[in-house]
């Protein structure tokens, strides 16, 4: 059901895509930390949204469907206004191809795999992945807007460097797991 309070925290992290993205257009701190909040309040919609919907019953098939693609809108949205911007730059803009080019695969393997009825589960390595990914970004969001002294860009380069690793590491799992699929189609 599209009105359940975990499909409404999905939908939610969606609706806030625009308003991050468009935060990040203007320099300055209050944008960057009103983009922070945003974020980080998006992020945590993905944990209790499929946390509910697991301890309520109220998993749907609407929900599958979304929660990945609320996932994938958010860290392809800001990442690529982070570059925009010039908040990823230089060697760093590695790791954020890296994770985007991922997802791309990631979602049509899945989709790929939906249409032989093979289903994927998420692995826990690809749950931190998610976890660092999202740290590593929220980082860089607020980026030279934050504390004086602190090595807020830097931090958040290092986790975008781990996070794509992990991505790498995950992205080969799947692939893995689906070239199975193609090449032995009964097997």
């Given amino acids: 059901m599209l009105t359940s309070l975990p499909n ?4 939610s992290r969606i609706a806030v ?8 257009f203007f320099p300055g701190k209050w944008s960057a930390w009103t983009a922070l909040g945003l974020y980080a309040a998006a992020c ?10 697991r301890i309520w019953r109220e998993e749907s098939l609407i929900g599958k469907f979304l929660d990945p693609i609320a996932d994938k809108l958010l860290v392809a949205a800001v990442l690529m206004m982070l570059a925009a911007v010039g908040k990823i730059a230089g060697l760093a803009v590695i790791p954020a191809i890296i994770i985007l080019l991922r997802e791309v695969m ?16 998420v692995s826990q390595l690809a749950k931190w992945k998610t976890g660092i990914q999202m ?3 929220g980082w860089l969001i607020v980026g030279a807007d934050g504390p004086e002294g602190w090595p807020v860009t830097l931090i958040g380069e290092v986790g975008l460097w781990l996070a794509a690793a992990l991505t790498l590491l995950t992205g080969w799992d799947y692939l893995r797991a689906g ?7 009964q097997g």
Avoid: C, K, Q
Avoid at 8 to 11: F, V, Y
């Fill in 179 to 185: 070239l199975r699929h193609m090449l032995n189609p």
């Fill in 106 to 121: 990631v979602s049509g393997l899945r989709e790929f795999l939906a249409g032989l009825r093979v289903s994927v589960p």
């Fill in 8 to 11: 409404i925290l999905t939908l």
């Fill in 135 to 137: 740290g590593a970004i």
């Fill in 44 to 53: 945590i919609t993905d944990w209790f949204d499929g946390y509910l919907a």
């Fill in 17 to 24: 895509i625009p308003v991050i993205v468009a935060l990040l």
